[in-house]
C-alpha cells in the first residue's frame, strides 16, 4: 500500500512514515521455523525485537513462553479502540490485513487454541475480516462484537466479558487460559512471517489536542518522542504528553522512547495543580468504576499508610484506568492515591 511522506489525518485513515523507515531493506530471516515450533518461533521473534507490553496488548515474549505445557483454549486479537478519537487498531486491520492474518495464524498454531476470536466493534467496517479468516487456516476463527467503551481493553475486563474469568490485574491472560494481543502486535509477529522489518517500524497514533487532530504514522522503533513531534510540527510551548488511554495519567517525556510500549500519544495542555475540596461521600467513583472498587476507601488508606485497609477497600482489583479521579466533583487525587499505595 502506498503510503504519504507528510502527516496525515484521521480523516485520511492512512499511514505516514518517518524519514528513515520506508527506505530499510527487508529482512530474509532463515531457515524459518515450522509452523508448530513454539520455541523456534519465540526465539525469532525474541532476535528479530518482535515485542509488545502495553494495557491492550500485554507482555508477550512473557506470553509465549508459558505456553509451553499449558493448555490454551482462546487466543485473543482485539481490534478494539476505547477512544474514538483515535481509532489506531481499526487503522491498522485496515492498512495490514495481510500481516494481521499471517500473524493471528502464527500464534494460533502455537498456542493450539481451538477458538480464534477477533473482537471488533459493531459500529466500525470491519471488511478487512474476510481477507484475515481466510488466512487462518483453523475453523475456529470468529469475529467476536464487542464495543470498545473505555476502559474495555483491559486484560482483566475483556478476560471477564469474553471468558467469565476471573484475573487479577497485572496478571498474564495466558495463567488463564487465554493468549490476549493486539492488532499492532498481531501485524508485528505477521510481518515476520512474511519476511518483513518487523523490529524497525512501529505503529503510531498521535492526538494533537490543540489542533483536534489525530496522525497515524510508521516510525522507526526507538524514535524519541520528540522526534516525532518534530515530524509533525507539535511545538506548542504548554504541551505536556499522556502514553495510552487518556484517563490513565501516563506521562511521559520527550526523550520517551516509542515503539513497544503504548502506542497513543496525546498532547495536551499543562495540568493544573489539584487543589482538592473534602470528600462528599457522593459515590461516584464507586459507581463508575468498572471493577466495583471502593476507590474513596482506598485514598483513605493510602493517606493512612494501610495496606490491609487497602485489601478491604479492593486495591487488588483495581485497573488503574482513572475514572475514578475524572468523576470525583471535589477533584480528589484518587488514582495517584492508589498508585501511591501499590507502590
Same mark, same amino acid.
Given at each position: 500500500?502506498?503510503? &504519504?511522506?507528510?502527516?496525515?489525518? *484521521?480523516?485520511?485513515?492512512?499511514?505516514? *512514515?518517518?524519514?528513515?523507515?520506508?527506505?530499510?531493506?527487508?529482512?530474509?530471516?532463515?531457515?524459518? &521455523?515450522?509452523?508448530?515450533?513454539?520455541?523456534?518461533? *519465540?526465539?525469532?521473534?525474541?532476535?528479530?525485537?518482535?515485542?509488545?507490553?502495553?494495557?491492550?496488548?500485554?507482555?508477550?515474549?512473557?506470553? +509465549?513462553?508459558?505456553?509451553?505445557?499449558?493448555?490454551?483454549?482462546?487466543?485473543?486479537?482485539?481490534? +478494539?479502540?476505547?477512544?474514538?478519537?483515535?481509532?489506531?487498531?481499526?487503522?491498522?486491520?485496515?492498512?495490514?490485513?495481510?500481516?494481521?492474518?499471517?500473524?493471528?495464524?502464527?500464534?494460533? @498454531?502455537?498456542?493450539?487454541?481451538?477458538?480464534?476470536?477477533?473482537?471488533?466493534?459493531?459500529?466500525?467496517?470491519?471488511?478487512?475480516? /474476510?481477507?484475515?479468516?481466510?488466512?487462518?487456516?483453523?475453523?475456529?476463527?470468529?469475529?467476536?462484537?464487542?464495543?470498545? /467503551?473505555?476502559?474495555?481493553?483491559? &486484560?482483566?475486563? !475483556?478476560?471477564?466479558?469474553?471468558?467469565?474469568?476471573?484475573?487479577? $490485574?497485572?496478571?498474564?491472560?495466558?495463567?488463564?487460559?487465554?493468549?490476549?494481543?493486539?492488532?499492532?502486535?498481531?501485524?508485528?509477529?505477521?510481518?515476520?512471517?512474511?519476511?518483513?522489518?518487523?523490529?524497525?517500524?512501529?505503529?503510531?497514533?498521535?492526538?494533537?489536542?490543540?489542533?483536534?487532530?489525530?496522525?497515524?504514522?510508521?516510525?522507526? !522503533?526507538?524514535?524519541?518522542?520528540?522526534?516525532?513531534?518534530?515530524?509533525?510540527?507539535?511545538?506548542?510551548?504548554?504541551?505536556?504528553?499522556?502514553?495510552?488511554?487518556?484517563?490513565?495519567?501516563?506521562?511521559?517525556?520527550?526523550?520517551?522512547?516509542?515503539?513497544?510500549?503504548?502506542?497513543?500519544?496525546?498532547?495536551?495542555?499543562?495540568?493544573?495543580?489539584?487543589?482538592?475540596?473534602?470528600?462528599?461521600?457522593?459515590?461516584?467513583?464507586?459507581?463508575?468504576? $468498572?471493577?466495583?472498587?471502593?476507590?474513596?476507601?482506598? +485514598?483513605?488508606?493510602?493517606?493512612?499508610?494501610?495496606?490491609?485497609?487497602?485489601?478491604?477497600?479492593?486495591?487488588?482489583?483495581?485497573?488503574?484506568?482513572?475514572?475514578?479521579?475524572? *468523576?470525583?466533583?471535589?477533584?480528589?487525587?484518587?488514582?495517584?492515591?492508589? @498508585?501511591?499505595?501499590?507502590?
Amino acid at each position: 500500500m502506498d503510503v &504519504p511522506s507528510t502527516p496525515t489525518a *484521521v480523516s485520511d485513515a492512512t499511514f505516514a *512514515v518517518m524519514p528513515g523507515t520506508s527506505a530499510v531493506e527487508p529482512v530474509r530471516i532463515t531457515p524459518t &521455523p515450522a509452523p508448530g515450533d513454539l520455541s523456534g518461533w *519465540v526465539g525469532m521473534l525474541k532476535n528479530t525485537g518482535v515485542q509488545a507490553d502495553r494495557i491492550a496488548s500485554p507482555d508477550l515474549g512473557a506470553q +509465549l513462553a508459558q505456553l509451553e505445557g499449558r493448555k490454551i483454549d482462546t487466543m485473543i486479537c482485539s481490534v +478494539l479502540d476505547t477512544d474514538p478519537s483515535v481509532p489506531l487498531n481499526a487503522t491498522i486491520a485496515e492498512t495490514f490485513t495481510d500481516e494481521l492474518g499471517a500473524g493471528i495464524d502464527l500464534l494460533a @498454531r502455537l498456542t493450539g487454541a481451538p477458538r480464534i476470536w477477533i473482537t471488533a466493534d459493531p459500529d466500525k467496517p470491519s471488511d478487512w475480516f /474476510d481477507t484475515v479468516a481466510d488466512k487462518v487456516h483453523r475453523p475456529g476463527c470468529r469475529l467476536i462484537p464487542l464495543r470498545g /467503551d473505555y476502559p474495555q481493553t483491559d &486484560p482483566a475486563l !475483556m478476560m471477564h466479558t469474553l471468558l467469565q474469568r476471573q484475573l487479577k $490485574p497485572g496478571k498474564l491472560p495466558t495463567e488463564k487460559g487465554a493468549l490476549l494481543i493486539d492488532a499492532a502486535a498481531a501485524v508485528a509477529v505477521g510481518k515476520c512471517v512474511l519476511h518483513e522489518p518487523p523490529s524497525r517500524q512501529s505503529p503510531l497514533a498521535v492526538r494533537d489536542h490543540f489542533a483536534q487532530k489525530t496522525y497515524f504514522l510508521l516510525v522507526p !522503533m526507538g524514535v524519541r518522542l520528540a522526534s516525532v513531534c518534530d515530524f509533525l510540527q507539535i511545538h506548542h510551548p504548554e504541551a505536556q504528553f499522556r502514553g495510552g488511554d487518556f484517563l490513565r495519567d501516563l506521562w511521559i517525556t520527550p526523550d520517551t522512547p516509542l515503539g513497544q510500549g503504548e502506542l497513543v500519544i496525546h498532547a495536551t495542555a499543562i495540568a493544573a495543580d489539584a487543589n482538592p475540596d473534602p470528600c462528599i461521600h457522593c459515590g461516584w467513583c464507586l459507581e463508575a468504576c $468498572p471493577t466495583r472498587i471502593h476507590p474513596a476507601g482506598l +485514598l483513605d488508606a493510602a493517606q493512612q499508610n494501610d495496606r490491609r485497609a487497602g485489601r478491604k477497600f479492593g486495591i487488588e482489583s483495581c485497573i488503574e484506568c482513572g475514572i475514578c479521579s475524572y *468523576v470525583c466533583p471535589t477533584r480528589l487525587p484518587l488514582l495517584a492515591a492508589i @498508585r501511591g499505595l501499590k507502590s
